[in-house]
């Protein structure tokens, strides 16, 4: 059984831990699972046989991942309306470290739809090379492949990454963020078309993620004109009666909006230079359980 020693231990660990999960599989309910999962097995684990407690737990977690990610993958293709990840507020550490660009990138909604194309396999040593550094030599021992196998895994998933767009820009200067979000916000409570129209992209897209359990677009938006249209429709309904919160989201600005003590909708914002090129919201309440207590 395990000791307070021990617990603390593991509990120095889990922010690491949770943060592996949930690139490895796009939701922090199921990442908080799985970390548990990994504590119960670190519970009754010989622990004077585990050399380092870092790879050990490692290994434990991305193989439970594993084992949920064909299910997932199952769930998903026959979820309604595109599929989003679950939200996590990235400024209170919850994901562990984000002290590199490699850190913080793997967690941006872009890359982490992204990785929904990848098997399970490169997705899981993309994630541990790229998130976390691992050799390729510790990744082999991870995922129990060969090296030479997890060398070319890794350059298929950033093959295949780099075909199906690369990655996300860079998020504005944090500094700036904040403003350029109210002027938005300015914008959408002032039923301004034309001001909206002017922060967004030519080509901006709009994603919306209610899985069926709220209304949401089916399909993707594209286009300036459709796009401030279709805010302007759908934020006039969080305007009236809703507590709106500007906070960060997936190391990304985001406007969270607040009712009856629980986080009904985020909308996260993805910026290059002075432009909006996509918008994501996420309005599943399944996938706001995890954010309703990171903020409330």
């Known amino acids: 059984m395990a000791t307070s020693g021990s617990v603390r231990e593991f509990e120095d660990q889990r922010p690491r831990l949770l943060g592996l999960a949930y690139r490895l599989l796009g939701s922090a309910t199921e990442a908080e699972d799985a970390v548990q999962d990994a504590f119960l097995r670190w519970d009754q684990a010989d622990r004077a046989s585990i050399g380092t407690p870092s790879a050990w737990l490692a290994k434990v977690v991305t193989n439970l991942c594993l084992n949920r990610l064909t299910s997932a993958r199952a769930r998903r293709e026959r979820y309604l309306g595109p599929w989003l990840p679950e939200p996590v ?7 562990g470290p984000l002290d590199t660009v490699e850190q913080r990138d793997s967690v941006s909604m872009a890359l982490l739809v992204l990785l929904e194309r990848l098997g399970p396999a490169e997705r899981a040593v993309f994630v541990l090379r790229e998130a976390f550094g691992y050799g390729h030599r510790e990744i082999a021992e991870i995922v129990e492949l060969s090296e030479s196998n997890c060398r070319q895994l890794y350059r298929r998933a950033r093959q295949r990454l780099a075909e199906a767009g690369g990655q ?7 500094t700036r963020w904040q403003g350029f979000v109210e002027r938005f ?4 409570r002032e039923g301004d078309l034309s001001g909206l129209e002017q922060l967004l992209a030519e080509d901006v897209t709009s994603w919306a993620d209610g899985g069926g359990k709220v209304h949401a677009a089916r399909k993707p938006i594209h286009g300036r004109e459709r796009v401030a249209q279709y805010l302007l429709r759908g934020l006039s309904r969080y305007v009236q009666g809703f507590e709106l919160r500007m906070t960060e989201v997936n190391d990304q600005p985001a406007l969270v909006s ?10 996260l914002l993805e910026v290059a230079g002075d432009h909006i090129v996509t918008l994501r919201t996420i309005a599943n309440p399944d996938k706001l359980t995890f954010l309703t207590r990171q903020l409330l």
Do not use: K, S
Not at 89 to 95: I, M, S, V, W, Y
Not at 168 to 174: E, S
Not at 185 to 188: F, R
């Open 89 to 95: 507020r990235t400024t209170d550490g919850a994901l």
């Open 185 to 188: 916000l300015a914008a959408a």
């Open 168 to 174: 996300a820009p860079a998020p504005p200067d944090r």
């Open 258 to 267: 607040v009712a009856d003590g629980t986080v009904q909708g985020v909308l």
